[in-house]
């Protein structure tokens, strides 16, 4: 294939998710060195994913809906394997849990991580799910005054590693725990943080629906991200009430506990709410899905892709492009995509898992799925490959064009209204407009062979299984039964016949001299 993964920007595929620039990156507290320190290491994770997520009215468990093609919870592990990659993690379990495990079983970037799940039988809060796992043996190697527990909700999908990075920084040794926060201009459903004063320290967490008139006026938001002393969440834990307007038991209630026992609670005030989105419902998942889009869609245009609307433009985390490739708007680009420097992508496309060649061009509204576009060609207007198609260098796929699992070799052209299916096109074929393979005879698809520089004229058929031979030609209007062979002319149609006069004789204007 022409893409060659060196011309591919950006170091690493996933690179647009950790937003800030590299020397931001380098600049940050956490560095490479410390990532297998003995802090970590005496780290452990909880990720919450037992809930059901009512208000997303989806039958599919909420931690598995994707932004940026990637289910919630994979972009949270993927964040937890670059900051903390040895640490054990469990992941809490409910709702949905066969799916939520084989999702992230059958992902292989995964598969050298310290992932445990455990299941939480009936979803009563987030205290409740956390208890699940200390308690399990999963939570018995936790014990002991060193040891720290990061806790992060399945739905803020969004999270930076420089934030984790930050948090799992070692706590103070007086301290309960280290909660992150954020300032929301709108704070809406959020738990929010009540201080002792305006600028005091923390005394509790107060959920929405527990908050007094006043009370929902704060604007700073627990996130639900949380670093606990072990010691300090196990006993915490079994403490907790479901004594609250929604009988659950609430992890934030933890807060005003280590309040109450003068324990110390530090806190991160993280200052780009952006990153601490949650998502609950539909159009929170919108939302979403359209910060990540913009991280994304900016991080390309800085290594060199145009995109003349950026707003309008999709890009799975998973795409790689080269540089000088041209977006014109309203462009989907999904799963393994691959763009070769210099392409021009018209507007309206969809790329699914295509790989598209050095200075190709896609014309409005095409839509390749699984499938390859070779280098200088041109595909469409309105031109669909599905999968398992391969066209190859300096050739034509014109508008209404229709390929599945064919392959078609270099300058060759399939400008118009075609469908060319299980087929294996030659170099230098010519097919003219509206051709068809018959491929498929209601039981099993077959095969079409079109060697090279085959001159096919416009609205044939061919009935596979057939080859046309090099250099063929197959006249204008042919169905074509046998095989051609090499430089000779097929015609398959009826000869013509002219009735001089007889247009009248059917307008009634004559009568017929055959009646
Ligand atoms: C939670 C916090 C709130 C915070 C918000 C931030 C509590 C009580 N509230 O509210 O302070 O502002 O997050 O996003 O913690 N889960 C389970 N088992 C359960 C219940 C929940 O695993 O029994 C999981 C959910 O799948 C979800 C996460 O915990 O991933 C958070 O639960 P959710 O119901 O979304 O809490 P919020 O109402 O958003
Ligand atoms: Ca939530």
């Not at 054990?88 to 445990?116: K, N, Q």
């Not at 491929?439 to 520089?453: A, P, V």
């Amino acid at each position: 294939m022409t893409v060659r993964k060196a011309f591919f920007l950006g170091a690493q595929p996933e690179s647009p998710l950790t937003g800030l620039p590299q020397s931001r990156y380098l600049q940050s507290s956490m560095t490479h060195s410390n990532l297998h320190s003995p802090v970590v290491k005496s780290l452990g994770v909880i990720v919450l994913a037992a809930g059901q997520g009512k208000r997303m009215k989806s039958s599919l468990p909420k931690v598995l809906h994707s932004i940026a093609g990637e289910p919630f919870l994979h972009l949270i592990l993927l964040r937890l394997r670059e900051t903390c990659p040895s640490s054990p993690v469990a992941i809490v379990v409910g709702h949905g849990r066969e799916a939520v495990e084989s999702s992230v079983r059958a992902d292989p970037r995964f598969a050298d991580m310290a992932l445990t799940f455990v299941v939480q039988p009936e979803q009563l809060g987030t205290g409740h799910a956390v208890r699940c796992a200390m308690d399990s043996d999963w939570g018995k190697q936790f014990t002991g005054s060193s040891k720290a527990i990061l806790v992060l909700p399945g739905d803020l999908p969004l999270i930076r590693r420089e934030m984790l990075a930050e948090l799992i920084q070692p706590l103070g040794r007086t301290s309960a725990l280290r909660m992150l926060t954020t300032d929301l201009v709108e704070p809406t459903g959020y738990g929010r943080v009540i201080r002792r004063g305006t600028r005091g320290g923390v005394l509790k967490i107060v959920e929405e629906k527990d908050a007094s008139a006043r009370e929902r006026l704060v604007r700073e938001v627990a996130t639900s991200i949380y670093c606990f002393a072990a010691g300090f969440l196990k006993s915490g834990l079994s403490k907790l009430r479901p004594t609250n307007a929604q009988n659950e038991y609430y992890l934030t209630d933890l807060v005003a506990m280590a309040s109450r026992s003068k324990k110390g609670i530090e806190v991160l005030k993280w200052e780009q709410p952006e990153d601490l989105r949650g998502i609950n419902d539909p159009w929170e998942w919108s939302e979403a899905g359209r910060i990540l889009n913009r991280r994304i869609v900016r991080e390309w245009a800085r290594s060199g892709v145009y995109f003349r609307d950026p707003e309008t433009v999709w890009i799975d985390s998973s795409v790689k492009f080269a540089e000088g490739v041209y977006v014109e708007p309203g462009v989907l680009f999904r799963g393994k995509t691959e763009v070769g420097s210099g392409a021009k992508i018209g507007p309206q496309c969809v790329l699914e898992n295509a790989t598209i060649g050095e200075g190709a061009a896609l014309k409005a509204g095409s839509v390749i799925v699984d499938s390859v576009v070779g280098d200088q060609s041109q595909v469409g207007p309105y031109a669909h490959l599905r999968p398992g198609s391969e066209v190859g260098p300096q050739s034509k796929i014109g508008n209404f064009v229709e390929l599945k699992k064919s392959r078609i070799g270099r300058k060759t052209s399939i400008a118009h209204l075609s469908y060319v299916g299980d087929a294996e096109v030659g170099s230098e074929v010519n097919i003219g407009c509206g051709f068809v393979t018959c491929n498929y005879d209601g039981q099993k698809k077959h095969k079409t062979i079109i060697e090279d520089r085959a001159f096919v004229g416009s609205d044939c058929q061919v009935v596979a299984p057939v080859t046309i031979g090099q250099g063929a030609y197959v006249a204008s209007g042919s169905t074509v039964t046998e095989n051609v062979e090499a430089d000779a002319l097929a015609i398959a149609r009826s000869r013509q016949i002219n009735k001089p006069g007889y247009a009248r004789v059917i307008r009634g204007e004559m009568p017929s001299k055959e009646k």
